[in-house]
């Protein structure tokens, strides 16, 4: 399973990259904040289940089973540790300008929560997690399977849509007030409408179809899909949207 090593390098590695990317706007706080989250912070879990190993097990098994889950963790300890990461934050800088906002704590950490199962999913339990399990048996292993027309027609068709609809959306003049759905979001808006068509299909072609028909050649995009968007795309958003924008400054929220 992944240690402290595997998923340290992979937070500050994303934080890195967001921070030369945004020049700075994502700041070494943010990409400490997201990596530390993405290390300890679902494993928070496995300390209550050794604190309560000798008093109450089932308890302790409970709470390591709620919280060592990206939605449980969110819930159980988001808000907390987004008020922990901003009073360290501000303890550190000294009353600095540049600090991280409750908001900016908050996405932080749920996308290092997230994060955290990017890798533990695929290497934890030699590689036989549930998860790990389902998203293979969404492919086509049985056998080589047929070329279906609907199959290309249809698989091509929302391929193409993709590309063609992020391109035509990024040679759009954006509005220089910068509203909400402009630029990056309409892409990512776009994105999320054809990968849901396309694991529509890939759902009835996997649980609905009678007999089972293979939805992309042997492929498990439906499992794929459904990881990439939960596990990858879905914290490097939350990540994004925490960037700190010159012009409006790093405005603290009211929440302590």
């Given at each position: 399973?992944?240690?402290p090593?595997?998923?340290l390098?992979?937070?500050?590695?994303?934080?890195?990259t967001?921070?030369?990317?945004?020049?700075?706007?994502?700041?070494?706080?943010?990409?400490?904040?997201?990596?530390?989250?993405?290390?300890?912070?679902?494993?928070?879990?496995?300390?209550?289940?050794?604190?309560?190993?000798?008093?109450?097990?089932?308890?302790?098994?409970?709470?390591?089973?709620?919280?060592?889950?990206p939605?449980?963790?969110?819930?159980?300890?988001?808000?907390?540790m987004?008020?922990?990461?901003?009073?360290?934050?501000?303890?550190?800088l000294?009353?600095a300008?540049?600090?991280?906002?409750?908001?900016?704590?908050?996405?932080?950490?749920?996308?290092?929560?997230?994060?955290?199962?990017?890798?533990?999913?695929?290497?934890?339990?030699?590689?036989?997690?549930?998860?790990?399990?389902?998203i293979?048996?969404?492919?086509?292993?049985?056998?080589?399977?047929?070329?279906?027309?609907?199959?290309?027609?249809?698989?091509?068709?929302?391929?193409?849509?993709?590309?063609?609809?992020?391109?035509?959306?990024?040679?759009?003049?954006?509005?220089?007030?910068?509203?909400?759905?402009?630029?990056?979001?309409?892409?990512?808006?776009?994105?999320a409408?054809?990968?849901?068509?396309?694991?529509?299909?890939?759902?009835?072609?996997?649980?609905?179809?009678?007999p089972?028909?293979?939805?992309?050649?042997?492929?498990?995009?439906?499992?794929?899909?459904?990881?990439?968007?939960?596990?990858?795309?879905?914290?490097?958003?939350?990540?994004?949207?925490?960037?700190?924008?010159?012009?409006?400054?790093?405005?603290?929220?009211?929440?302590?």
């Amino acid at each position: 399973m992944p240690g402290p090593g595997s998923h340290l390098a992979y937070g500050l590695g994303v934080g890195a990259t967001f921070m030369h990317a945004s020049d700075g706007n994502f700041s070494h706080l943010h990409a400490l904040v997201f990596a530390m989250n993405g290390w300890l912070g679902p494993d928070i879990g496995s300390f209550f289940e050794w604190t309560l190993q000798g008093h109450s097990p089932k308890l302790g098994s409970f709470i390591m089973n709620f919280i060592h889950h990206p939605v449980g963790y969110a819930m159980a300890l988001g808000v907390p540790m987004a008020m922990f990461y901003k009073r360290f934050c501000n303890v550190l800088l000294a009353g600095a300008k540049k600090s991280l906002s409750f908001s900016q704590s908050a996405m932080l950490v749920t996308a290092g929560g997230f994060s955290h199962f990017a890798l533990d999913i695929p290497f934890e339990e030699d590689g036989a997690t549930n998860q790990q399990r389902w998203i293979l048996s969404t492919g086509w292993w049985s056998e080589k399977p047929a070329m279906d027309p609907t199959t290309v027609t249809i698989v091509g068709g929302l391929s193409l849509a993709m590309v063609v609809g992020f391109y035509r959306i990024s040679r759009t003049p954006t509005d220089k007030n910068g509203g909400v759905m402009e630029g990056p979001i309409k892409n990512h808006l776009w994105l999320a409408i054809i990968s849901g068509l396309y694991i529509l299909w890939c759902f009835y072609c996997v649980y609905m179809a009678t007999p089972r028909v293979p939805a992309v050649g042997e492929e498990a995009d439906l499992g794929v899909l459904y990881y990439v968007w939960i596990y990858i795309l879905l914290p490097l958003g939350l990540c994004s949207l925490s960037i700190s924008k010159k012009e409006t400054g790093n405005r603290e929220d009211s929440m302590v």
